[in-house]
């Protein structure tokens, strides 16, 4: 007998429905011990998600608008559920309790966690599970950084008192006790967090779709299932844009070796995708070179050019020391010996971009710069290519018969991964190409 955790999304938790289908997966399986839960989501198209709302009320709140019908939606909704479970955790207290709050215009972080809070009280009553609040658990400083091994320490000494339990993911508290949450599906982190800290066998993350899709079925049509995948593939594509998972949660069950299971509620049969420390594939026993495909739009690219610089101490140096300074996060830095191409994402530069090629000009004095806006960005990942020859040129042959120029080529050290830059409007052709090439074909 092992133990599991089972961290269950919005869309898994969303009704009363949803939540019956939750416990009959819980029950199948008594290893699975440790629930996590994230705030409802959307019931329906065109529903709101609780945690929508509840963002809302502090946006009226801010403005000095009314917000009691708003969070009246909330509470309604929270009820029906209480009735439908066929449960009693006398939630107006609570609510009671939050009304009061909000009325001292509390923080976001605070408002967005009552979402998972009030969920976790729910379910831990519907499940005949403990309640355990988060909120001492999962630490943050005071600027917001995770703090690994306190929070590890502290789930340890908590969790060891409670055979089974249910607790919120998204938030936590920095020292002086205020809330502090994950950015949106964080909840993925809270459940790895508690992987780590009760060495759990497995780390099964229960959502709507029955694991990672080789491609984006909004652009490749009915893309192949990812199987099994290692966390270094995984990060790679997460980071590119496939969302099924937060990519924060994969460092924490990585330091513990503890696999990640992606799981669709709706359909519990379907064994899902496995995430594992290393790629559970034989290199030299044929299968698909790629694992997988994911990218996104919007970046811009400064090229700088300078004659002499692989001569020249500090030009690296200065450049990262610019983006510092505007506090602009570079995604890539592919270079050759006398040109160095800075990536930066749109949303990241927002209107700063003259701002930082004038920084770039006096303190780089290179002898030209060239920017590429509107470039879309694909990674195309997989731990066979490492052991095939011949894998960039299919990949480039495959875009160029799909009449898709290439204005950026960045690759790493490890060879996972190779990643195109390509203009906006041919970034879902290419990704069609490259499928139709590596998959299709094969």
Not at 390 to 398: E, P, R, T, Y
């Amino acid at each position: 007998m092992g133990i599991k955790v089972a961290k269950f999304g919005g869309s898994s938790v969303a009704d009363g429905i949803q939540l019956t289908k939750t416990k009959q997966i819980i029950e199948q399986d008594p290893d699975r011990r440790y629930i996590v839960v994230s705030a409802p989501g959307k019931r329906y198209e065109g529903d709101n998600k609780i945690t929508d709302l509840l963002y809302l009320c502090k946006t009226h709140i801010e403005h000095n608008l009314p917000y009691d019908q708003i969070f009246q939606v909330v509470e309604d909704r929270y009820m029906a559920v209480e009735i439908n479970l066929g449960v009693d955790v006398d939630l107006l207290r609570h609510m009671a309790e939050i009304r009061d709050n909000l009325r001292q215009n509390p923080s976001a972080d605070y408002i967005a966690s009552r979402g998972e809070y009030l969920n976790a009280i729910l379910v831990a009553a519907f499940l005949g599970y403990d309640f355990v609040d988060t909120a001492n658990l999962i630490k943050f400083d005071y600027k917001g950084k995770i703090l690994i091994e306190e929070t590890d320490a502290a789930l340890k000494a908590e969790l060891a008192k409670h055979e089974r339990a249910v607790l919120p993911g998204f938030y936590g508290s920095t020292p002086d006790g205020k809330i502090k949450t994950f950015s949106r599906g964080g909840s993925d982190i809270t459940g790895a967090l508690v992987a780590r800290a009760i060495n759990a066998d497995v780390y099964e993350n229960w959502t709507d779709v029955s694991g990672f899709l080789m491609a984006d079925p909004r652009i490749v049509k009915n893309p192949k299932q990812i199987e099994t995948i290692s966390y270094k593939e995984l990060r790679e594509l997460s980071y590119m844009g496939a969302s099924v998972l937060h990519e924060d949660a994969i460092y924490p069950a990585r330091m513990a070796n503890v696999p990640i299971n992606i799981r669709n509620t709706n359909d519990p049969e379907d064994q899902g995708t496995m995430i594992t420390a290393e790629s559970q594939v034989d290199s030299d026993n044929g299968g698909r070179i790629i694992t997988g495909i994911a990218g996104s739009k919007d970046f811009t690219v400064v090229a700088l050019y300078k004659n002499m610089m692989s001569s020249e101490r500090g030009f690296v140096r200065r450049i990262l020391g610019i983006l510092d300074d505007y506090d602009i996060n570079f995604e890539h830095l592919p270079s050759s010996i006398d040109t160095v191409s800075v990536v930066m994402s749109k949303k990241a530069l927002g209107d700063r971009l003259d701002e930082v090629l004038e920084a770039f000009r006096q303190r780089l004095q290179p002898d030209s710069i060239d920017v590429f806006e509107n470039i879309a960005l694909i990674a195309t990942v997989g731990h066979r290519m490492t052991y095939r020859p011949g894998v960039s040129a299919k990949l480039f042959n495959a875009l160029g018969e799909a009449k898709v120029n290439i204005r950026m080529i960045d690759q790493g050290s490890s060879e996972m991964n190779i990643i195109v830059g390509v203009e906006n409007k041919d970034f879902e052709k290419a990704i069609r190409a490259i499928y139709d090439t590596f998959v299709e074909e094969e």
